[in-house]
């Protein structure tokens, strides 16, 4: 007779899953480089930004670790490249700027817990459940958390500089489940990226689902991923735990 599934380990990515940015990264910008006297457009820093971002990530993945940088090099640079490509030339002028805006995205005041984000891990914590964030973030994630309220539902959190790799790096996720003391068929993993969060927790044997926002889900994720794994807001993640216990392991 098939034995039903029971989950013990709920694992969740944290930005844009529990939380997000309350203003974007350009209007931030913008707004602290004007208590400087310096007037850049938003869109043009939030355009700049994702592209020095994306750079950075490639040429030093996870925060450049292994390359010797400390998060707060590797942020600070970031923010220097992205004055330099939206026009501002002047290094010095800009220091000053990107040391208020590395604290203050340490703050709960530049983030906003997403609809239904605590309601919804009081609900898992009722279940039973063992609850960790493994989070592509640096070491000011506690502070986040803390200063939302947020930390308290969490048995541990586990950050990409404190793990030392990023998702969808296996080693992240069977680092969770080793301070968890779990086997990946009882953990599951909820978070809003495909790859690092969807098939990154599945390609070592948890289960997992994919939160999706109000944009049209990529027609190519949409026909991979199963429907009972698709979370349109985080009101469903407890219906969708029901259905994942009702079903039999293996299936």
Not at 15 to 24: Q, S, V, W, Y
Not at 79 to 85: A, G, N, P, V, Y
Not at 86 to 105: H, K, M, S, T, W
Request: hydrophobic letters at 40%.
């Amino acid at each position: 007779m098939a034995h039903r599934l029971q989950l013990r380990l709920l694992t969740w990515d944290v930005k844009d899953t529990l939380l997000r940015l309350r203003r974007p990264i350009g209007e931030e910008y913008a707004t602290k480089a004007r208590a400087h006297g310096l007037e850049v457009e938003a869109t043009t820093l939030g355009q700049a930004f994702r592209q020095v971002f994306k750079a950075q990530n490639h040429s030093f993945p996870n925060y450049g670790l292994s390359h010797g940088l400390t998060s707060r090099q590797w942020w600070l640079d970031v923010i220097l490249q992205t004055f330099h490509l939206a026009g501002v030339r002047d290094a010095q002028a800009v220091a000053p700027i990107a040391d208020e805006l590395y604290e203050d995205f340490r703050h709960p005041y530049s983030w906003q817990v997403l609809d239904g984000a605590e309601n919804t891990l009081r609900g898992c914590r009722k279940r039973g459940l063992k609850l960790a964030a493994v989070s592509n973030f640096d070491h000011r994630l506690q502070d986040i958390l803390v200063g939302l309220g947020l930390w308290e539902h969490f048995d541990f959190v586990l950050t990409s500089e404190a793990a030392g790799w990023p998702k969808p790096d296996p080693r992240i996720f069977h680092e969770a489940l080793r301070l968890a003391r779990m086997q990946p068929a009882v953990a599951a993993h909820i978070g809003d990226s495909y790859l690092c969060d969807y098939q990154g927790a599945r390609a070592i044997g948890m289960h997992s689902f994919l939160v999706v926002g109000p944009e049209p889900l990529d027609p190519a994720i949409r026909a991979s991923v199963p429907e009972e794994h698709i979370l349109p807001s985080l009101s469903h993640v407890l219906p969708a735990l029901d259905r994942l216990e009702g079903s039999t392991p293996g299936l």
